[in-house]
């Protein structure tokens, strides 16, 4: 089955360091892939999307993810981050259905924690 | 934004009882979703609706009925509600851009005692 697999549960950076997320995808084709964030008490924001073309896609607030399919994965990063950065990211997957309508599929989330 | 907003935003209810969700939408995109956020699970899909009045299931459809009887307007109705169904609701609505993102709405909470 497919599946959308975010490993890190919980990562603690410190202010001004770099980050990466991870993000894996089990799917027979490449699909369309998305980072959102989720601040405490907030809806999800689109972060960036991978749907065709250049490997690394930059998106808003600073992050820049890479799809590389030899290893199915679409992992987020940004260079140095801020306290505000500190909320929950997912990586998402749209999955095609038997009726051509996209679905969107969710890893688990790896929620950041900001030390100063 | 998206335009998207959902009611009510906080709910107690009690097991048993008929819970209706409101998601409402400005832009007239076609497609609109339904999902569930739990710890552990990160978000689930309940229902979508391609069009007025096409709806399909999701993954986590049990217990959960959708109408759209117009393009601004998808509502989830739990019949009967139990506490597993405590949780956090999202709506969303997916672009026809290219890579079809989906926008969500700022969610209600559910808590069925």
């Known amino acids: 089955a497919q599946s959308v697999t975010q490993p890190d549960i919980h990562i603690t950076v410190s202010e001004g360091a770099s980050l990466e997320l991870r993000c894996n995808y089990s799917?027979?084709?490449?699909?369309?892939l998305f980072w959102y964030v989720q601040s405490p008490g907030q809806g999800l924001q689109l972060l960036l999307k991978?749907?065709?073309?250049?490997?690394l896609v930059q998106g808003i607030k600073g992050f820049e993810a890479e799809f590389k399919r030899s290893q199915s994965s679409f992992n987020l990063r940004k260079p140095s981050v801020h306290w505000s950065d500190a909320a929950e990211y997912f990586c998402?997957?749209?999955?095609?259905?038997?009726?051509?309508?996209?679905?969107?599929?969710f890893g688990t989330g790896t929620r950041l924690t900001i030390i100063p | 934004d998206a335009g998207i907003t959902q009611s009510p935003r906080h709910k107690v209810t009690e097991t048993g009882t008929p819970v209706t969700l409101r998601c409402h939408q400005t832009?007239?995109?076609?497609?609109m979703y339904w999902y569930r956020q739990d710890p552990g699970h990160g978000l689930r899909l309940i229902h979508y609706?391609?069009?007025?009045?096409?709806?399909d299931k999701g993954e986590v459809s049990d217990g959960y009925s959708v109408s759209r009887s117009k393009t601004e307007d998808f509502l989830l109705t739990l019949e009967s509600a139990t506490s597993s169904q405590t949780s956090v609701y999202f709506c969303?609505?997916?672009?026809?851009?290219?890579?079809?993102?989906?926008?969500f709405g700022p969610g209600t909470r559910l808590t069925v005692l």
């Open positions: 609706s391609y069009g007025v009045k096409d709806t």
């Open positions: 991978y749907f065709s073309g250049d490997t």
């Open positions: 998402a997957v749209v999955l095609l259905s038997n009726f051509g309508n996209e679905k969107l599929t």
């Open positions: 799917y027979g084709a490449t699909p369309y």
């Open positions: 969303a609505i997916r672009t026809d851009t290219p890579g079809n993102e989906q926008f």
């Open positions: 832009e007239n995109h076609r497609y």
